[in-house]
């Protein structure tokens, strides 16, 4: 995926961005981070009914462990990007070392969000299928394949509403720019985490004990 959105932007429409490549899984990494562990998560629950029904187990385990999976595969997908930027002779930057803080916040909005679609999921099975378009819209409401700046500014408040902006903006400026986002920026993307996984974990909670009579 990255080879051919790199080519078809980077290369064919002529995206004024040097090192594209890095420009691009600076983000696309996180961002694949987040989509997976939607995927695997909105399924956790109905996908593991027959050990629901014959074992005592806490319900949060299945949707935390898709979670904590992606998490591990981010992890590893972090080396060959790092090796990518030593074979493209682009800069190591220290605020790599920053890149903790915005993995917390994805993380938490990511698990939040688990918990929410993993409930709505066995109540109403075609959440899953609605799941991947909405996927699919947000990863284009993003700025992913592009920059910010190519969006006109009077458009900027829209993209502003969108809540992974801010950890998006905070792995780019650390890998790509070799920048510290701003606090504003590092506040609302904790805030964002914490408010998904709050009200997440709240609706999971109100409704895991009725999961065994519909899945």
């Given at each position: 995926?990255?080879?051919?959105?790199?080519?078809?932007?980077?290369?064919?429409?002529?995206?004024?961005?040097?090192?594209?490549?890095?420009?691009?899984?600076?983000?696309?990494?996180?961002?694949?981070?987040?989509?997976?562990?939607?995927?695997?998560?909105?399924?956790?629950?109905?996908?593991?009914?027959?050990?629901?029904?014959?074992?005592?187990?806490?319900?949060?385990?299945?949707?935390?462990?898709?979670?904590?999976?992606?998490?591990?595969?981010?992890?590893?997908?972090?080396?060959?990007?790092?090796?990518?930027?030593?074979?493209?002779?682009?800069?190591?930057?220290?605020?790599?070392?920053?890149?903790?803080?915005?993995?917390?916040?994805?993380?938490?909005?990511?698990?939040?969000?688990?918990?929410?679609?993993?409930?709505?999921?066995?109540?109403?099975?075609?959440?899953?299928?609605?799941?991947?378009?909405?996927?699919?819209?947000?990863?284009?409401?993003?700025?992913?394949?592009?920059?910010?700046d190519f969006v006109p500014a009077k458009y900027h408040w829209i993209f502003r509403l969108n809540p992974l902006l801010y950890v998006l903006n905070g792995f780019r400026l650390g890998i790509y720019y070799g920048m510290l986002p701003s606090l504003q920026s590092i506040g609302l993307t904790m805030a964002c985490g914490f408010?998904?996984?709050?009200?997440?974990?709240?609706?999971?909670?109100?409704?895991?004990?009725?999961?065994?009579?519909?899945?």
């Amino acid at each position: 995926m990255m080879l051919v959105l790199t080519l078809v932007f980077g290369t064919i429409m002529r995206f004024s961005i040097d090192h594209y490549a890095v420009f691009l899984l600076s983000v696309l990494l996180p961002w694949t981070f987040f989509s997976q562990s939607l995927a695997y998560s909105v399924e956790s629950i109905v996908g593991n009914a027959d050990l629901l029904k014959k074992v005592r187990v806490a319900r949060l385990v299945f949707p935390v462990a898709s979670v904590v999976s992606s998490v591990i595969n981010f992890a590893l997908s972090l080396i060959p990007l790092m090796l990518l930027i030593v074979l493209m002779r682009f800069p190591l930057h220290w605020t790599w070392f920053y890149l903790p803080v915005p993995m917390l916040g994805l993380f938490l909005f990511t698990l939040g969000a688990s918990f929410f679609f993993a409930t709505i999921n066995v109540f109403y099975r075609d959440v899953s299928h609605i799941v991947q378009i909405i996927l699919s819209a947000w990863f284009y409401f993003s700025p992913i394949i592009y920059s910010l700046d190519f969006v006109p500014a009077k458009y900027h408040w829209i993209f502003r509403l969108n809540p992974l902006l801010y950890v998006l903006n905070g792995f780019r400026l650390g890998i790509y720019y070799g920048m510290l986002p701003s606090l504003q920026s590092i506040g609302l993307t904790m805030a964002c985490g914490f408010a998904s996984l709050a009200v997440g974990f709240a609706i999971f909670r109100r409704y895991q004990n009725s999961f065994v009579y519909y899945v």
